[in-house]
């Protein structure tokens, strides 16, 4: 086996070295000291004029891999696991391999406790040797590593890190690149209501995430979600981490690391058209009530416990973590309802329009932009009693969001009706709002 290294050397030889100028790793090939160490003063200069000069293409064997893994959580727990049998199995060309991971963070009521990423267990179980730090700054990479593998890292690995690795660097991302670049593909998939996934092993990029070069992907028949208007983040990683592992060792068994390695023949899609999986914050979660009822289950499919801000009462206003939620056929309570709205000239819902709907109750969403009492429906949400549950509804025929389980803020979690039945209801909002023009 022959790889194509771009940088000039002297002539065709035997021996092959590699050594380092500016942290960088070089090839030197040197005929006439085949049994000498050192690296003559010619080669050296010759070697450092042809930086930044256009390169010749030479050959020249290949090398069992020394493994810098890099990684956190458990889909790159999935991944070490299979390195490590690969490396067990006869006429394996992985030598070796450590574990280059973060620090754990502290979580816990005083953030007394320390919680260690789940790849560092993997790692201790595996015997691997651990480097532990939170930056590549100031540290050196051992000179025996040769091929660094990121897989679900979230640190950068720089220039300088990468070309100290004969073979550079490689990424296993759980989506089809370029679609769902960044941290949260997976997420992204189920939010977006794509009906497709797949793997993407890349090349490391020296200047951005997820931009490397595509050496293989998931085939197109093997693409399809099972499910894909069911499934939750927890299956969707189930599902997807078997064709990760295996991309991922089909990449090593085929040297698909080596630089000649062409790009994967690919149409482009339009970058317009491409959605960024930037990583998932508080404000993801937070339901829009605006938004069609679809998307918030998949959000909740996709990311879990959706929550809103409502007022309990005039003065105070609490988050709901909405538990256990799931889409259902709109009772015919709602179904009335929003089939015979009544306004009046101000654009609020008629009193008489409520007495006809006796189990429709609401509550009034803390938007800082209107006022406390603006009862119109982009500042309410609608809901019935369904036993210990609710049900409210989602603005779209038929269908409505089921809730069985209710988290308030600062409390533990209860049944959905009980935590609605401490919520100051529509007859006494409505009270508040003829006593005054302020509504409360």
């Known amino acids: 086996m022959y790889i194509i290294h771009p940088f000039r050397c002297l002539a065709r030889g035997t021996i092959i070295r590699t050594f380092r100028i500016n942290n960088a790793r070089f090839i030197h090939t040197d005929p006439k000291k085949e049994h000498s160490s050192a690296i003559s003063d010619q080669a050296l200069a010759k070697l450092k004029d042809c930086q930044g000069a256009a390169p010749d293409l030479v050959k020249f064997p290949s090398e069992k891999l020394r493994i810098l893994f890099c990684g956190s959580d458990d889909f790159s727990c999935a991944a070490l696991r299979a390195l490590h049998e690969e490396q067990q199995r006869d006429h394996s060309n992985v030598d070796s391999i450590e574990v ?18 789940p790849l560092k267990a993997v790692a201790q179980e595996l015997g691997l040797k651990i480097y532990e730090r939170d930056t590549f700054t100031g540290w050196e990479m051992p000179l025996h590593v040769n091929l660094i593998v990121a ?46 996934t797949g793997v993407t092993l890349q090349t490391l990029d020296e200047k951005t995430f997820d931009h490397g070069k595509i050496l293989a992907q998931t085939p ?78 998949r959000y909740n499919r996709a990311i879990g416990r959706l929550w809103s801000d409502v007022h309990v009462d005039a003065q105070t206003v ?28 101000g654009g609020r819902i008629t009193q008489e329009c409520l007495a006809e709907h006796p189990d429709v109750r609401f509550m009034v969403l803390a938007d800082p932009s209107r006022q406390i009492g603006d009862l119109d429906p982009k500042n309410v949400a609608f809901y019935v009693k369904d036993g210990s549950a609710v049900m409210f509804w989602g603005g779209r025929k038929n269908k409505c969001i089921r809730v069985r389980e209710i988290t308030v803020s600062g409390k533990g979690k209860a049944a959905a009706a009980t935590v609605m039945d401490g919520i100051k209801d529509r007859e006494v909002w409505q009270l508040k709002k003829h006593r005054s023009h302020r509504a409360l």
């Open 100 to 117: 280059f991971l973060r620090p754990g963070k502290p979580t816990g009521r005083g953030l007394k406790q320390i919680r260690d990423v």
């Open 151 to 196: 897989v679900s890292f979230g640190l950068f690995v720089p220039p300088r890190i990468l070309k100290s690795a004969l073979y550079r660097g490689i990424n296993i991302h759980p989506s089809l690149l370029p679609k769902f670049r960044g941290p949260a593909p997976l997420q992204h998939t189920i939010m977006s209501g794509s009906t497709v």
């Open 220 to 297: 197109q028949h093997e693409t399809k979600i099972p499910d894909p208007f069911k499934i939750t983040y927890s299956e969707l990683l189930k599902h997807i981490t078997p064709k990760a592992t295996d991309l991922l060792i089909k990449g090593i068994r085929e040297r698909l690391y080596l630089p000649s390695t062409p790009e994967l023949n690919f149409q482009k899609p339009n970058d317009e058209n491409l959605i960024h999986a930037t990583k998932i914050t508080s404000a993801d979660r937070q339901i829009e009530w605006r938004d069609s009822i679809l998307k918030i289950e």
């Open 318 to 345: 609490k988050r709901l973590i909405l538990e256990d939620m799931e889409i259902v056929d709109e009772p015919e309570t709602l179904r009335g309802w929003h089939n015979h709205w009544k306004f009046n000239s």
